[in-house]
């Protein structure tokens, strides 16, 4: 069994900041890529960032300059640093992962975290 646990969510006025954290456990052989995405009131879950192994990072162009995605591969943690919130940032934010089990197969599966209120309001 896998598990990622996410924290950090919560409520902040616009230009604040806030700090994610997601970290997987369980019977994990490595972390492919890890991510972040974001479903906002009434909208579809969208991707926010994406970071491999490697730490080779990808964001969505509307959190570029503001938010910064990061991981330490050896607590198989994965962090989200948002800075500059605005209200069109408020959604439920869920980590992501792609895991593989085993040294004995390529196969990765993918993991979904239970989510995370983040509400940016005066």
């Known amino acids: 069994q896998v598990q990622l646990v996410e924290s950090g969510g919560g409520l902040v006025q616009p230009g604040g900041s806030l700090r994610l954290s997601c970290a997987a456990s369980g019977s994990i052989f490595s972390i492919k890529t890890m991510g972040w995405y974001r479903q906002p009131p009434g909208k579809q879950r969208e991707l926010v960032a994406t970071?491999?192994?490697?730490?080779?990072?990808n964001y969505q162009d509307s959190v570029k300059g503001r938010f910064t995605i990061s991981r330490d591969n050896a607590e198989n943690t994965v962090y989200l640093q948002m800075n500059s919130l605005e209200p069109e940032d408020t959604a439920v934010y869920y980590c992501?992962?792609?895991?593989?089990?085993?040294?004995?197969?390529?196969?990765?599966?993918?993991?979904w975290g239970q989510g995370t209120q983040v509400t940016v309001s005066s």
């Open positions: 970071i491999i192994s490697g730490g080779g990072t």
């Open positions: 992501n992962a792609h895991i593989s089990l085993s040294s004995s197969s390529s196969a990765t599966f993918r993991y």
